[in-house]
């Protein structure tokens, strides 16, 4: 069973970076093929994608933030992470990680993880 796992500070200050981790477990994030993403969700919103790494290793991000966004990986521990930087208030969400997004749909999420923006 595939399973992911958000990890990472809940409490980010203003100006700063998020980093949060996602850990893959029954699958690798390198299979061919498969795509592993980030979304967010802000109190009262709807979802919002962030970025992408396909099994190769690259990236697409939402124009939106492309500036702000970076999306790297561990194939050695089958982790990818998120990083985020700059953030405001506006960025406090509950963020996923999510297989799919390039080729495939959203099939398997993680639980989620509030991230909070504030001084």
């Known amino acids: 069973q595939v399973q992911l796992q958000e990890s990472g500070p809940g409490l980010v200050k203003p100006s700063q970076t998020l980093s949060l981790t996602c850990t893959v477990s029954g699958d690798s994030i390198t299979t061919n093929y498969l795509d592993w993403s980030w979304i967010r969700q802000p109190p009262g919103k709807g979802l919002e994608w962030i970025g992408v790494?396909?099994?190769?290793?690259?990236?697409l991000y939402n124009p939106s933030l492309e500036s702000r966004t970076s999306i790297s990986r561990d194939t050695s521990k089958n982790q990818f992470t998120l990083q985020l930087s700059s953030v405001t208030p506006e960025d406090t969400a509950v963020y996923y990680c999510?297989?799919?997004?390039?080729?495939?749909?959203?099939?398997?999420w993680g639980k989620g993880t509030q991230v909070t923006v504030s001084s």
């Open positions: 790494m396909s099994y190769s290793g690259s990236t």
């Open positions: 999510a297989r799919g997004g390039l080729s495939s749909t959203f099939d398997y």
